[in-house]
């Protein structure tokens, strides 16, 4: 099985001047959606670094399956593996990753560098197949995630997600909203308190939030702006 090329966000330091041998070595054990101790990841000398190189660790299995069912349809080195650092609502550093499409693997590089710069909340960012490959679980994990091969429910239509070139953050409360016929649908339905978007709460996504204004500026669409539908967790770029 061939491995995926990576476009990988690190902490400064690995193989540097920047971290000592031990921070290296705990570098390399810390796993996604690990917390870091403390504010700072773990008393660890180091500042964020985004830098490219071959990712030399397997695919996960079930991220395997995914990839060879998207690649039907698309070829599958278009897939990159994305591992980074985010903040949560504490502002506790936790290692993130995740796969997207090598067209927008630099955009989003910069985006969660800028994001953790800022140190805005995103709560969870692992690979979907902590949840064996299923968006509901996921969604309500209030995981961050970008490739998932699935169709648009209800259609026969591939999600851009199946390309890897849509984002979806902090989904819990930033749900998709559909109104037809004075009913409402909100998924999931775990999210409907955060349908009501005059509210405040916890780690959701406005138009003048940073993470919104990052992913505008990049030239991504946000599925806030959509008309026959909200989508608030949604980011996504045409190719």
């Not at 990576?6 to 193989?15: K, Q, R, S, T, W």
């Not at 399956?65 to 949560?88: K, M, T, V, W």
Request: net charge positive; glycine share 10%; charged share 25%.
């Amino acid at each position: 099985m061939k491995r995926l090329a990576a476009f990988v966000l690190l902490l400064a330091g690995i193989g540097s001047a920047y971290a000592s041998d031990g921070d290296a070595e705990r570098l390399r054990a810390w796993r996604a959606g690990e917390k870091g101790h403390g504010r700072s990841g773990g008393g660890i000398r180091h500042r964020p670094l985004f830098r490219q190189f071959g990712d030399r660790r397997r695919t996960p299995r079930a991220h395997v399956r995914q990839i060879l069912q998207a690649g039907l349809h698309r070829p599958r080195s278009e897939l990159r593996y994305l591992r980074g650092l985010h903040r949560n609502l504490a502002g506790e550093t936790l290692l993130g990753e995740l796969v997207c499409n090598e067209a927008i693997s630099g955009d989003l590089l910069e985006i969660f560098r800028a994001l953790y710069d800022a140190a805005y909340p995103i709560e969870r960012m692992v690979l979907i197949d902590e949840y064996d490959a299923q968006d509901g679980p996921s969604i309500r994990a209030n995981n961050s995630s970008a490739f998932n091969f699935r169709f648009i429910a209800g259609t026969g239509v591939l999600s851009n997600h199946s390309r890897g070139m849509a984002v979806d953050i902090n989904p819990l409360y930033t749900p998709y909203v559909k109104t037809n016929g004075g009913r409402t649908v909100v998924a999931p339905a775990e999210a409907a308190p955060y349908a009501e978007r005059k509210r405040d709460f916890p780690y959701k996504i406005a138009e003048d939030a940073p993470c919104c204004r990052e992913f505008l500026r990049h030239g991504f669409t946000w599925g806030g702006h959509w008309k026959s539908l909200k989508d608030y967790q949604h980011f996504e770029k045409k190719q």
